[in-house]
């Protein structure tokens, strides 16, 4: 019965903090979110709906249909006595709402925390049109994702006096090197973003993982509108013919040109790039199906045509020592990480691309979410820049891909606009 009862207090103070939030209430959540009472109080949930008070706080900000109605159509005299009061009144809603949100983010709110309807609190804004919420947790995400990257890179420093003593410590290194090693530093934002990870992790661990170690050892199948991997997960499809076009085209505008190709998969690209009349095409691929599938159709006897087989990682460095440069560079691997695209630009490109030359890449990060695609291109922005890289945006309509993905196991984009990358050194 104690059980009971404590489980009963653990709601109840939940739902204090839940209510708060939907009331705007700072300081109420300023003394509940830093008291004791609810571990981890920011982040709780309801159970009912799966909200956090993130989401809470947002969905309290949703317009009245009445009272939109009233605001755009008056009173049955057709006079226009409520409007403004209204739209005032609504204003001080979003302007208590925008304060909210920013208190519960400082506080370590999860940005992409799920409610029960898989919607993060951006999604929620966004359904629900309060375009400044959505910004403002567009915004966090960018922060939290740019902040899980760098901590990807933290490198513990050893201090001046472990340095010195190193020689003497030889034998209790293995008792002591776990306990001296500087911890990275962290913001509640970056620790509640790892554990939203973890989250995801522990429920997806029923699926096999997708990484490029277990995708370069599968067998793939080639269908005429699809390439697969074993675990039916879509490396390439037909549906992404016009953005690869168009991108071949923007890359290489006139024939004569130096292009390289990271990537082949099904030869969308690869075959856009052939029509330009390249004067050197090269192009690095590391599945070997894929390598068996390109010589089976005569991809090495194609016109300036050169196959490096194996990971760019591998091959790009050794293109660097030869001297080799390019009009044009395109990334499109599957299954690598961020990180692993971060590094392709920021140490390899910058050897690779003639000074006058173009790159780009397919852009599908967090397309399976408008709020994690939004973000996404924020970071790339961020990071290019720090690169030494200028990028335009294009937006292209996707078309509809609801029958695209029968056979496949989840779909990976669900955005209505590609946005089409041109990245160039800055001037």
């Not at 629900?128 to 990807?152: F, I, K, P």
């Amino acid at each position: 019965m104690e059980d009971l009862a404590a489980e009963i207090n653990v709601d109840i103070d939940a739902q204090e903090v839940l209510l708060a939030a939907s009331q705007h209430d700072i300081p109420k959540l300023r003394r509940l979110i830093r008291g004791d009472k609810v571990p981890n109080a920011v982040n709780v949930k309801d159970p009912e709906t799966g909200y956090s008070p993130l989401h809470a706080a947002i969905a309290a900000c949703e317009p009245d249909e009445d009272e939109s109605a009233a605001a755009t159509n008056g009173d049955s005299n057709g006079v226009h006595t409520n409007g403004a009061q209204e739209s005032q009144e609504q204003q001080s809603v979003l302007d208590t709402g925008r304060d909210t949100v920013k208190f519960l983010l400082q506080e370590g709110a999860i940005w992409n925390d799920l409610d029960l309807k898989n919607e993060t609190p951006g999604c929620l804004a966004r359904r629900l049109g309060l375009t400044e919420l959505y910004e403002l947790m567009v915004d966090a995400g960018v922060r939290a994702e740019l902040l899980l990257n760098r901590l990807d890179d933290y490198e513990p420093l050893a201090d001046d006096d472990e340095e010195e003593e190193e020689g003497d410590k030889n034998e209790d290194k293995a008792e002591e090197g776990a306990g001296e090693e500087q911890a990275a530093p962290q913001t509640a934002e970056a620790e509640n973003t790892a554990q939203e990870e973890s989250r995801e992790a522990a429920a997806a661990t029923t699926e096999p993982d997708v990484t490029s170690s277990r995708y370069l050892q599968s067998n793939l199948t080639f269908q005429h509108d699809r390439l697969l991997d074993q675990d039916q997960n879509g490396v390439m499809m037909a549906w992404e013919s016009e953005i690869m076009a168009k991108s071949a085209k923007k890359l290489l505008p006139t024939p004569g040109l130096r292009v390289l190709n990271v990537g082949h998969g099904m030869g969308i690209v690869d075959k856009f790039f052939q029509e330009q009349s390249p004067a050197a095409h090269h192009i690095i691929e590391a599945h070997p199906d894929v390598i068996a599938d390109m010589k089976s159709k005569g991809w090495h006897e194609k016109p300036g045509v050169t196959i490096h087989e194996g990971r760019w990682q591998d091959v790009l460095p050794k293109l660097v020592e030869q001297g080799e440069t390019f009009d044009a560079i395109y990334y499109d691997t599957f299954a690598e990480s961020y990180a692993d695209f971060r590094t392709f630009f920021s140490e390899q490109v910058i050897g690779l691309l003639d000074p006058d030359g173009k790159w780009g890449f397919f852009n599908g990060m967090g397309a399976d979410r408008q709020i994690s695609y939004d973000v996404y291109q924020k970071v790339v922005e961020i990071d290019l820049f720090e690169a030494g890289f200028d990028v335009e945006w294009e937006d292209i309509k996707v078309p509809e891909l609801e029958g695209e993905w029968n056979g496949v196991r989840r779909p990976y984009w669900v955005v209505d606009n590609y946005r089409l990358p041109l990245c160039k050194f800055m001037d």
